[in-house]
């Protein structure tokens, strides 16, 4: 920033802020939410939690030496008492502060980026690499917040979380790094919850994607109306945003029922990209789908071109369509559009191949959903030449439909599945496991003949490579990417792609990894 961060140039920059007590011309070099990061100069702000109430940890800040604390009136019995100190700053809502407080103290580092934001159930991450292939090849210098990593022009760099949208202050942290890294470009995956939460506030977005609507995440938003309202949020963002010289637009999936809803929730230009509707702008025609990729023809209101894509299946090319329409609304030649679809060389744990020699197929992928691993089961039945087996299990403290939709997923794609651990928080992962084989059974699939329950993930997959032969496909899904599981108590290091090729190895299929 030009001008000196302090609590008076804050007040100034928050609707609403009201300065309680404390020197205005406090200055303020970092700005943070959780006090365990809280030190001399720090700003901090205090969310109250579903669990904890960030206002308790007030007395420990203000001792640590913050120059300010950033409260929620309504809260008063928690900061009226504090010795003589840190700056009060109150607003009527903290988290909405807090991403307000977090760009202010970047600088407003999204003003000076042309961003995208992509939403939706499934495909973001794999539409957001094709995109930043697309704009890449136009020799732009491009950042991706995403879920499987970020990466700052060309520099790929692990996610500290398990998050798709990190906290307002880390987003507003990255956005700066972008700008500083003279990209052009920032691709934000914005999920539902970073929407709701205002995690994606002054993101400042000058086009929104929509990839599809399906109900999930209803542990958090309840409805799906709730979780429709959500994504529309990045729509609405549109008509907020600074003009960088360049129309708002907002590009849906013409093939998705929720699309016209969406686009209520903005007065930005549409474009619209399908495979079915006869109302789409972008269309795919001639498909050819591929074991190893798609080719199609790119149907255009600025023209006609043959494109080709590494990923596999009918729902990647609408992934790429949904990046082909974005170039479009930038301004990107179709040529260039199409070089940088075929050079994008595919998502770590989205139908990631696993060759260590064995004489089956292995792939991992991410789907986590009964829609998802539909899609993903239907893809590999065309492809395997044996029987498919899956091994997956559904997320404790998530929407329990999750393990209702993913057993009848397994029921009706595979030939055979096995339900394990995947993330119980603090659920009891044998509980959970129970309940999908419950489903599975409900859906006329019999317990031993057709699907096993076994609750240690690794046996799980070894298990599956017991019984795979020669031709057999074994799909590994629900966690692709992700280091982790997450138990109650602890966070245990994981990855389903180096279990599998230790237990391939077991099995003296030492192969050169895939």
């Not at 093939?255 to 509707?277: H, K, M, N």
């Not at 696993?354 to 004489?359: A, L, N, R, Y």
Request: hydrophobic residues 40%; proline residues 6%.
């Amino acid at each position: 920033m030009t001008e000196p961060c302090t609590v008076a140039s804050l007040v100034a920059e928050v609707p609403g802020a009201e300065l309680i007590s404390g020197s205005p011309l406090a200055g303020i070099t970092s700005v943070e939410h959780d006090s365990r990061h809280a030190a001399p100069g720090t700003l901090f702000v205090a969310i109250p939690g579903s669990n904890v109430d960030g206002h308790s940890f007030l007395p420990q800040v203000a001792a640590s030496g913050a120059a300010a604390l950033l409260v929620q009136r309504g809260h008063d019995q928690y900061w009226r008492d504090l010795p003589p100190g840190p700056a009060v700053v109150a607003v009527d809502d903290t988290r909405a502060a807090l991403a307000t407080a977090a760009a202010w103290f970047h600088g407003h580092p999204g003003r000076e980026l042309i961003v995208v934001g992509i939403t939706g159930t499934d495909g973001k991450t794999t539409t957001s690499h094709f995109l930043s292939s697309v704009l890449e090849a136009s020799g732009a210098k491009v950042g991706r917040l995403g879920t499987v990593d970020v990466s700052i022009a060309g520099d790929p760099g692990s996610v500290g979380n398990r998050m798709t949208t990190p906290e307002a202050t880390e987003v507003q942290r990255l956005l700066r790094r972008m700008v500083d890294a003279r990209c052009r470009y920032a691709v934000v995956e914005s999920t539902s919850h970073g929407l709701a939460l205002h995690r994606l506030d002054h993101v400042e977005y000058d086009a929104a994607v929509l990839t599809n609507i399906t109900g999930d995440h209803l542990d958090f938003h309840r409805t799906f109306e709730a979780y429709r309202e959500a994504k529309g949020m990045l729509f609405e963002a549109l008509d907020h945003s600074p003009d960088k010289g360049l129309p708002k637009t907002a590009i849906v999936n013409a093939d998705d029922p929720s699309a016209p809803y969406i686009l209520t929730r903005t007065r930005a230009g549409a474009l619209r990209y399908g495979i079915e509707s006869t109302g789409a702008d972008v269309v795919a025609r001639n498909l050819r789908l591929r074991p190893d990729g798609s080719d199609f023809r790119l149907v255009t209101p600025g023209g006609i071109a043959d494109a080709t894509i590494r990923l596999p299946a009918i729902f990647n090319v609408s992934n790429a369509l949904a990046a082909a329409s974005t170039g479009l609304a930038l301004g990107l030649d179709l040529d260039v559009i199409v070089r940088g679809l075929a050079s994008c060389p595919g998502v770590p744990g989205r139908m990631e191949r696993i060759t260590s020699g064995q004489p089956f197929e292995v792939v991992v992928d991410y789907a986590h959903t009964g829609d998802a691993v539909g899609k993903v089961l239907a893809v590999l039945r065309s492809i395997c030449q044996g029987r498919l087996i899956i091994v997956i299990g559904a997320a404790g403290e998530r929407d329990p439909g999750r393990r209702a939709g993913v057993a009848r997923a397994a029921a009706h794609g595979a030939d055979f599945a096995i339900f394990t651990n995947e993330d119980p928080r603090r659920e009891d992962p044998a509980a959970i496991v129970r309940e999908i084989g419950d489903n599975a059974a409900a859906a006329g699939r019999l317990r031993g003949r057709d699907f096993l329950e076994i609750e240690d993930r690794r046996e799980a997959i070894a298990e599956a490579f017991r019984r795979a032969n020669p031709g057999d496909l074994v799909l590994i899904a629900g966690k692709g990417h992700e280091q982790s599981i997450v138990f109650a108590d602890r966070s245990v290091p994981w990855d389903d792609r180096m279990v599998a090729r230790e237990e391939l190895a077991r099995l003296g299929f030492p192969g050169v990894p895939s």
